[in-house]
């Protein structure tokens, strides 16, 4: 394939993907059109679609690691983690209210998020990750696959932005204490869905941030100060529907909740 035919097929792959996330309206996976992407490939179909986000006036605030904990790689069937741009289209003010109809067959998951108060990029080791933090909090990730039945590849996947479509952070707490094994509640209308611990983020959601360092390095990239930072879902995920409230209980961090409308 010459370059421009390479091009194209990016082009035209981002464009489908983006286009079933505005129009929330599912599509095959891509993989099964035939297109098997490598995952070098995957990112780039991720990057020209979040160009379009940004051509519609979206802002990047931030990054999101996927897969960081075995419980959502037995849940999806894959095995590597993988990242892809948060923006502020998809945030959700922390009480609020998101419209279900935005989505196609959303769930939520309970994370942790960093913000961070220096630039990230490379190979760090923990302790520099955690000096570039300004500050933790609890948050609630809604994925959307905009694929048929939630299901794909790690190539398809990635380059449908890692299924992200929404995201909220709870109040901000001071950085410095230990992450390595918080108890995290999900509770759907006041009841237990998901229960679990941080340290299912990969031992230790500070090793998420690194690792998001890393891959932003390796793709010529820099995480910037002020960025947010999502470490990957300490469980598995839950389907929501409307009418749901969702709240997240994280020890020693506080809550993080809303509700689908
Ligand atoms: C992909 C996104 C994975 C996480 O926290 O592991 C992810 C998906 O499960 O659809 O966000
Ligand atoms: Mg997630």
Redesign the pocket.
């Known amino acids: 394939m010459n370059d421009v035919t390479f091009d194209t097929k990016i082009s035209s792959l981002a464009k489908q993907v983006d286009d079933a996330a505005f129009n929330a309206t599912a599509i095959a996976q891509l993989s099964s059109q035939g297109h098997h992407l490598s995952l070098i490939e995957a990112y780039q179909v991720q990057d020209e679609s979040l160009q379009r986000r940004l051509d519609r006036g979206e802002k990047q605030v931030g990054i999101?690691?996927?897969?960081?904990?075995r419980a959502?790689?037995i849940?999806?069937g894959?095995d590597d983690?993988?990242w892809?741009p948060l923006t502020d289209e998809m945030f959700i003010e922390e009480g609020g209210e998101v419209e279900f109809s935005k989505f196609i067959h959303a769930?939520v998951?309970p994370?942790i998020a960093f913000l961070l108060k220096k630039p990230l990029s490379g190979n760090l080791t923990l302790t520099e990750v955690m000096a570039a933090v300004e500050a933790v909090a609890p948050a609630l990730?809604i994925?959307?696959?905009r694929y048929d039945n939630?299901k794909?590849s790690l190539e398809d996947?990635v380059a449908?932005n890692?299924?992200?479509s929404g995201f909220t952070i709870g109040a901000w707490q001071q950085a410095g204490g230990d992450l390595s094994n918080l108890g995290m509640v999900m509770e759907f209308d006041g009841e237990a869905i998901e229960i679990g611990s941080s340290a299912a983020i990969l031992g230790n959601p500070y090793r998420s941030l690194a690792a998001a360092a890393r891959v932003a390095g390796e793709a010529g990239k820099v995480l910037p100060a002020g960025s947010i930072v999502?470490?990957?879902?300490a469980t598995a995920?839950q389907p929501i529907k409307q009418g749901l409230h969702v709240k997240l209980h994280c020890e020693k961090l506080g809550i993080a909740e809303f509700t689908v409308a």
């Open positions: 999101k690691m996927g897969f960081t904990s959502k790689m849940q999806m894959v983690l993988i892809g769930r998951e994370e990730e994925i959307d696959s939630f794909f996947v449908d890692c299924s992200s999502l470490a990957g879902a995920a």
